[in-house]
């Protein structure tokens, strides 16, 4: 770039960004959503990594399920540090009262923990609080436990057959994140109290986890080789330190990403409104381009001039936004870090910010060069006429414009988590910015054909949406991206929350019932019978023998995981569970082949889930390699069927006939539905001759997670509002360029006769048509967005919020029309004289 445009670009840049106000607010929302975004995760990444040895417990961790750890496995752990034994279980917690309730119980040995610090409430330590007194074992339980049985700080309680006293409120484990979801309050023990309590006896389902400090300076990475070597075959779970919580990683990555997006769209929607305002400074800046190129000036001089302009006020736009950016993340530290249930080091993370300014930079560049061909390829004449021309010129400006675009959809692709859905979501946005531009060239098509037959303030308006600075042109795909993700967004929360809280609810059973002994289940069914009060049948209740199992073998040939879709890996690289069950249960949903009789004693059949079926390529009469109870089963697929995992039904991905597994004493598993009184009648009651049966409170479960969902939903809600607020800024932009012809366009019709109110209403039916248009095409592009994330891939049953749906199409019909109305007020604030006068 020559000097004499840098010359010429500083001297008119000290006039200060007038007409550019829009320009910058739309650059720094966009910048500053996605800076948030990636700081934030930055932030909880930072802490997961900063407290990974706290939250593994450990610098490496092996987790066993179903057995404990062998006198020769011991050894072997052993000799690599220092090591902190822990076992879990599940058991059922009564009150003195006679309440009851499941919780989680652990185990330690004295050194636990290696890392971090157990957080007490009512005790000095945790090694005072566990001590035995009268030969009464201490506990430490959580808050919610004690509210739930009415319990206080000394009391005793019943842990399955085990008696302890609760001495101290567990406030926090500093392995707990590793741990992940439990289904009842925590109580934390001594190991030796486990081990004689009877949680641990074979075929229970308990785990257990050795923890492992290392010596100072040891690298993890070989440590780990070596202990997996020296496990070989026991088929425990190896972790390091950087692995402690890789479901809260991919977790913070996916949400990083969504709402990352969420601010790349408000850039692509904002992107409008910096097209907008760039043509609007061209505009007004027509008498200096024709008198510089009347003076000699060549295109590429008045197209460097403008663009070193520009170039300056995006790069302080994004500027703006990262400092809002990086503000953020601190202040949400400020207010809620206490609160929050993952560690995070809020702080200013470079890398995400160089991203979103990255993104800022593109955006400006892809929607901001088009306007600068115009004015570089038009002739002097027809600038001093008043006449840009409206098409584009092919030029390098146009090139540029495109590389930038691709460049941005490439950037975002190359930075998501999951490249494939990036790339399927950049799509989905370019597909729908370009048929909410269609809609918007469509109406004004429209709207000039239907002022025919109009009359009074409606054909003017009609006439206005069709001229060539219709808003429909302009601001109405920026409003109808926004209104769109928000409608998406809406759904999928209204849809999921519904299925969690009404659906799940309805067709989910209340109680689910575990370890019941196999030598005793008609007695548990008639005491649960006396318990509800009601007669137990096929439709409130359902039960049937547990095991679990691992497929070895397909078809004679040792199962290879690594070979079978991600999606169903599960049902192949773990133990699974299983029944064994003789007539067709209730629901059975029989996809192909016929289930067996009754009394079938032939060789072993096995009903298989469809998908696991699909995924390891099995089909009916194909033979399966079943490892069960210590021996391998070799079946025959006679049944496939859709297992719906959450609804009342025999939800097992394998079942096998009676027969396969005759002389195995099998503990039960049983659903059923229940009232909150019947739920509370069979949990007491079952205490008395059951202790060792586990109740899962499922409705506990639900309401649980409704409330969890709710916050996320509001917390996305929200952000997926900084689209709908970019939109809001295009419409905001295309009112103030047009501001001065509106105004002689006023001037005009007042003179011609014409009143406020009619001008005023003009105005109201233009903008507001935009909005209604808009806010319709935005929420049906919504609703397919949202369809087929409800129904693929969270599998959910699809319902539609009437009510959000009808206040984002009359919010945003609402809020155009007040854009309409403060346009015709600006527009009405001068007198005609002056108005029509002015240049």
């Known amino acids: ?42 932030a909880f990444r930072q802490g997961l990594a900063g407290q990974a040895r706290e939250i593994l417990g450990g610098d490496l961790a092996a987790t066993l399920e179903q057995r404990r750890f062998t006198p020769m496995e011991r050894a072997a752990i052993s000799k690599m540090g220092q090591v902190s034994w822990a076992v879990s279980a599940r058991a059922m917690a009564e009150a003195p009262s006679g309440e009851r309730r499941l919780v989680e119980l652990r185990g330690v040995s004295g050194d636990y923990p290696l890392a971090g610090k157990v957080e007490l409430q009512g005790a000095k330590s945790l090694a005072d609080a566990l001590r035995s007194v009268g030969g009464v074992p201490g506990a430490v339980v959580e808050q919610a436990l004690l509210d739930r049985l009415g319990l206080k700080l000394g009391d005793r309680i019943l842990v399955g057959n085990t008696p302890m006293i609760a001495r101290a409120v567990l406030v926090q484990e500093p392995d707990r994140l590793s741990r992940g979801f439990a289904l009842g309050p925590r109580v934390l023990t001594r190991l030796q109290v486990v081990e004689e309590g009877g949680f641990l006896a074979p075929g229970l389902p308990f785990g257990e986890t050795a923890r492992i400090a290392l010596p100072a300076g040891a690298d993890t990475a ?12 026991a088929e425990a779970r190896v972790r390091q330190r950087d692995e402690a919580a890789p479901g809260l990683r991919r977790l913070i990555e996916q949400l990083e990403y969504f709402l990352g997006f969420i601010g790349l769209a408000s850039l692509v929607a904002g992107g ?50 990262l400092a809002i950016g990086a503000a953020a993340p601190l202040v949400l530290g400020a ?7 993952i560690p995070a080091l809020f702080g200013i993370y470079p890398l995400p910010l160089l991203k979103a300014g990255a993104f800022g930079l593109l955006s400006a560049a892809a929607f901001a060069l088009g306007p600068l061909a115009r004015a570089r390829l038009t002739s002097p004449a027809t600038l001093f006429r008043h006449d ?29 988590p999951t490249p494939l859905a990036a790339a399927i979501m950049i799509a989905g946005v370019v597909v729908a910015f370009a048929i909410l531009w269609a809609l918007g060239l469509g109406g004004a098509w429209l709207a000039g054909r239907a002022r025919i037959g109009a009359r009074g303030s409606l054909r003017i308006a009609l006439a206005s949406l069709a001229g060539p600075r219709s808003a429909a042109r302009t601001a109405a795909p920026a409003i109808g991206l926004g209104v769109a993700l928000l409608a998406a967004v809406v759904l999928i929360q209204s849809s999921l929350l519904r299925q969690v809280a009404e659906v799940a609810p309805r067709t989910a059973p209340a109680l689910v019932f575990t370890e019941i002994p196999g030598d005793r289940v008609t007695a548990f069914d008639a005491a649960l019978t006396k318990a509800f009060g009601v007669p137990l049948t096929v439709d409130n209740y359902l039960r049937a023998p547990f095991a679990t199992g691992r497929i070895s073998q397909i ?21 699974i569970s299983l029944s064994a069950i003789g007539a067709e249960p209730p629901a059975a949903g029989i996809v192909e082949g016929h289930w067996w009789p009754s009394n079938y004693a032939g060789p072993p059949l096995l009903a298989m889930e469809a998908e696991v079926a699909k995924a390891g390529g099995l089909k009916l009469g194909d033979s399966v390699t079943l490892s069960v109870l210590g021996r391998d089963i070799e079946a025959k697929v006679a049944v496939l069927r859709k297992v719906d995992f959450g609804g009342f039904g025999a939800s097992f991905p394998l079942v096998l006939d009676p027969a396969a597994l005759e002389g195995a004493n099998l503990r039960h598993v049983a659903i059923a539905k229940a009232s909150k009184a019947q739920e509370a009648a069979a949990t007491r009651a079952l205490g008395v001759d059951f202790a060792e049966v586990n109740v899962i ?37 295309a009112i103030a360029a047009g501001a001065q012809s509106r105004m002689r366009e006023a001037a005009i019709l007042k ?21 209604v248009v808009a806010g319709a095409a935005g929420v049906a592009l919504g609703c397919a967005a949202a369809w087929p994330v409800v129904t693929k891939v969270f599998q959910a049953h699809w319902s539609v919020d009437w009510t959000g749906i009808a206040a984002l199409v009359g919010g945003a019909a609402l809020l155009a029309a007040l854009g309409g109305l403060a346009a015709s007020l600006q527009a009405l604030s001068r007198r005609p004289a002056p108005a029509l006068r002015s240049e």
């Not at 770039?1 to 000290?14: D, G, K, Q």
């Not at 030029?395 to 975002?412: F, K, Q």
């Open 1 to 42: 770039m020559s000097p004499l445009a840098w010359r010429f670009a500083v001297r008119e840049l000290r006039g200060g960004v007038r007409g550019f106000r829009i320009f910058l607010a739309c650059l720094a929302l966009g910048v500053a959503a996605i800076a948030a975004a990636g700081s934030t995760a930055e």
């Open 222 to 233: 070989p440590a780990a080789k070596q202990l997996t070597k020296a496990l070989k075959g």
């Open 272 to 321: 409008l409104g910096v097209h907008g305002a760039v043509s609007a400074f061209l505009e007004q800046r027509k008498p200096v381009i024709a008198v510089l190129k009347a003076l000699g000036a060549e295109g590429p001089l008045v197209r460097n001039l403008y663009l070193i302009q520009i170039g300056a006020l995006a790069l302080l736009g994004v500027a703006i936004g």
């Open 335 to 341: 207010l809620v870090a206490k609160d929050l249930p």
């Open 388 to 416: 840009l021309p409206t098409r584009f010129a092919w030029g390098i400006e146009i090139v540029g414009a495109g590389l930038a675009a691709c460049a941005l959809a490439a950037l975002a692709v190359a930075t998501a």
């Open 555 to 575: 078809n004679g040939k040792a199962v290879v995981a690594s070979q079978i879709a991600r999606s169903e890996r599960w049902a192949y690289d773990n133990d």
């Open 697 to 733: 409170s499922v409705r506990e479960q639900l309401e649980a997670a409704t409330e969890l969902f709710g916050r996320l939903a509001l917390a996305i809600r929200g952000a997926a509002g900084v689209a709908a607020l970019a939109g809001l800024l295009v419409l905001a932009g």
């Open 751 to 771: 003179v011609l006769g014409a009143s406020r109110g009619q001008i005023l209403s003009v105005y109201v039916l233009e903008y507001g048509a935009v909005g």
